[in-house]
């Protein structure tokens, strides 16, 4: 009865049993509880959890070769980290290391956002490509790995087009890059702006028959801090749209940013279909 | 005829629906004298009441198992399937919770040590004069509720038709179609979902549907039929049903896997049997809600690799209510939730716990006379585990931390529980029906147990 109680009072709500160091929640033995590591039930707080990479999946490329996509958790509503790439942030094999995030948001606090960053980036390996790509992160001293899962049915997704409630992946030109479209979508730059000047973020979207999309920028590398003068807009139209902002950076640099062109949210649930692209952004003194 | 009569009128249809489903009576089986256990007299009928509903030419079982020629090759693998029980697919856990349920398939210990005595003693046929007459079963076209209550359904509502490729991802058809042919409100009383017969019905992994109204503006939700594996149909309790008017709408969610062959074309069909019009029932249904199994403003879904792991949903009821159903929905890393009651008064019940097996999706229909009847302010508790190890055997990589989503490899872990809600005066004269019925039935109230 008194842990009844204690349950409903919220003091302990979930136990992991039986797993590794880093998996576990309380536990208890004979001198009562011996292991506060970082799992409870409440595992979205404040301050204190876990920053995870995610494996989100892996689709089949038209040209035979294939792709891995992770994206992020961080536990956390107000703890943002930055984990520059180097021996706490890399992708291996290594010849894949370079594309992932370095500048980790906290979990929106608001319960129908979703909290996870899906997606963020992809790795793609050569068609005969044997093995998989594994993502580490460092953070606080706690070391977690993200395998990719190439070849597990369970992980396949698709990437342009699927028979969900966001159908198609848009087209998207990001600066002056070729046009992309899907998880691996274009990329530009680098270009080059001083710190503290507005630098003009232009995009160019084909809708195609979407009726509504939402735009968000992103600070995805780079020390500082990144100030958007719009970080979303959502557009209801569709075919072709031009879209401007401005970003702003605190600090000199190297930086890249994202930019996510969705139907909807449940998209992500969905994994499909949706478009990232990418600017690689030089900041000087 | 008077709210009793009708009432009783009711109980004993239930009652013959759940005979007319399983017709078993496992009392018949264990006045037989040990020793020679034949296929004859022991065995067949053991497999017609618990089996033949699947394993028959046209069911969903992978072989018809109604004559011993059929059976006989399979004689080790039923064993070992009973035995384990596997088979017949039912996840309720003995040992806690409730166990009256109106599909109940389970066999009995004493019928599962009849089975392997046979197999263990070669199987025999025995004397064939003791072979109990075959049963018909019904074809995959035709409504499974029509032999139970007499009629085809009242009201037929397709789904839009829908191409599934032959290899490839799952996919999701989620039309929106309004009911037609109502001439005004009708309180329907059962609902069967039928996809087409034999292609529909292997691509489709589930075909859910849920009522929608727009009243004053807004869209009201109410959760209607299911299909999958296990599970066509849905039977309201006693003198409860659902109103549906012009107007309404039914909202799909169908989850189809492509199954190597191209199905052109495929609609999914729900069937509506409705109370008759001048006898509407008393109460009126929620339908199936949806309980998370965790929190959702502190806690997301994140299962880290090699582990197991527990959730829980905390729901605190603001009206009087009935559960009729519970349903577990998991993916591939759950293994199974629990249903627990914490009263006003204090007591704390299990009302159910079931294991999780991804290919089957049961919904534990309560014998309405243990139909949890809740007073307001009872705290429903659920909690779900999850094995993240390589010991569960769908677990498609141990490595990977586990997150929500809808993909098979994303976990989703909630209860569908069929409830209805209910004022005081109507729960008042529920809990005195309850108690009427179980003195009746010779059973102590709920109130004069233990519940803790």
């Known amino acids: ?285 | 005829m008077n709210r009793h009569a009708r009432f009783s009128l009711l109980l004993g249809l239930s009652a013959l629906v759940a005979v007319a489903v399983f017709g078993f009576s496992p009392e018949k089986l264990s006045a037989q004298s040990a020793g020679d256990v034949t296929f004859a007299a022991d065995v067949a009928p053991i497999l017609q009441a618990s089996c033949q509903e699947c394993h028959n030419p046209e069911g969903v079982g992978p072989m018809s198992l109604l004559t011993y020629e059929e059976v006989r090759p399979w004689a080790p693998m039923i064993r070992e399937k009973v035995s384990t029980r596997e088979m017949p697919p039912w996840h309720v856990d003995k040992n806690v919770g409730i166990q009256q349920f109106k599909n109940d398939v389970s066999l009995s210990d004493g019928e599962i040590e009849k089975i392997v005595q046979w197999v263990d003693s070669g199987a025999p046929l025995g004397n064939p004069a003791d072979l109990p007459p075959p049963l018909e079963w019904p074809s995959g076209e035709d409504w499974r509720l029509e032999s139970l209550l007499g009629r085809p359904p009242d009201l037929i509502v397709p789904s839009t038709s829908f191409d599934v490729v032959a290899n490839g991802l799952d996919q999701w058809h989620t039309p929106v179609v309004e009911i037609e042919g109502l001439d005004g409100p009708r309180w329907v009383l059962a609902n069967e979902t039928k996809p087409s017969y034999p292609l529909g019905r292997r691509v489709t992994h589930h075909a859910n549907s849920s009522v929608l109204r727009v009243v004053d503006g807004e869209e009201q939700r109410a959760g209607f039929s299911n299909f999958g594996i296990g599970k066509p149909y849905d039977i309201y309790p006693l003198n409860t049903g659902m109103m549906v008017q012009p107007g309404d709408q039914l909202s799909w969610n169908i989850h189809y896997y492509p199954i190597g062959q191209e199905v052109i074309g495929e609609v999914a069909e729900v069937g509506l049997w409705f109370y008759p019009e001048d006898e509407p029932p008393q109460f009126a249904t929620a339908g199936d809600q949806s309980f998370g199994s965790y929190r959702s403003d502190d806690q997301e879904m994140v299962i880290p690799p090699n582990s197991r792991q527990i959730t829980q949903g905390i729901h605190v009821l603001q009206q009087n209510a009935r559960i009729h159903s519970f349903r577990v929905h998991e993916h591939l890393i759950g293994t199974g939730q629990s249903l627990e009651a914490v009263y006003p008064d204090g007591r704390v019940e299990i009302l159910g716990k079931a294991g999780w097996h991804p290919s089957w999706h049961i919904t534990y229909l309560y014998e309405d006379h243990v139909a949890p009847l809740l007073p307001k302010g009872t705290v429903l508790i659920i909690t779900a585990w999850y094995d993240n190890t390589e010991n569960n055997p769908w677990n498609p990589d141990p490595n990977t931390w586990v997150v929500h989503g809808r993909r098979t490899g994303d976990e989703m872990s909630h209860m569908w529980i069929g409830i209805s809600y209910f004022d005081d005066g109507q729960f008042e004269y529920l809990v005195a029906e309850r108690e009427r019925v179980l003195e009746e039935l010779g059973i102590a109230t709920a109130g004069e147990e233990d519940g803790g």
Do not use: K
């Open chain 1, 1 to 285: 009865m008194s842990m009844r109680i204690g349950l409903l009072a919220g003091t302990v709500l979930a136990l992991v049993l039986h797993a590794p160091a880093e998996g576990q929640n309380e536990v208890w033995g004979a001198e009562g509880r011996v292991d506060f590591s970082e799992f409870r039930i409440a595992n979205v707080v404040p301050r204190g959890q876990p920053l995870i990479p995610v494996f989100e999946g892996w689709f089949n490329n038209p040209d035979g070769t294939r792709t891995a996509s992770w994206g992020y958790f961080n536990l956390n509503t107000e703890e943002l980290f930055h984990v520059p790439l180097g021996p706490d942030n890399f992708v291996e094999p290594a010849e894949f290391d370079g594309m992932q995030p370095t500048y980790f948001l906290p979990a929106p606090d608001d319960r129908g956002r979703r909290r996870r960053h899906e997606s963020v980036f992809a790795v793609t390996v050569p068609g005969d490509y044997q093995g998989q790509v594994t993502w580490t992160l460092r953070v606080r001293g706690l070391t977690i790995e993200s395998p990719s899962s190439f070849g597990s049915e369970a992980y396949e997704m698709l990437n342009i087009e699927s028979a969900t409630s966001s159908p198609v992946s848009p087209l998207m030109r990001v600066a002056d890059s070729p046009v992309g479209r899907g998880r691996v979508g274009p990329v530009a730059g680098p270009v080059t702006v001083a710190v503290g000047e507005s630098l003009p973020l232009e995009l160019w979207l084909d809708l195609l028959d979407r009726e509504r999309t939402i735009v968000d920028w992103y600070h995805h590398q780079g020390p500082g801090e990144v100030t958007f003068a719009q970080q979303e807009s959502v557009v209801d139209a569709t075919g072709e749209v031009e879209l401007q902002t401005l970003a702003t950076f605190s600090e000199p640099g190297e930086y890249m940013l994202r930019v996510t062109a969705l139907e909807n949210p449940s998209a992500l649930v969905q994994h499909c279909c949706w478009t990232n692209g990418y600017l690689y952004v030089t900041v000087t003194p």
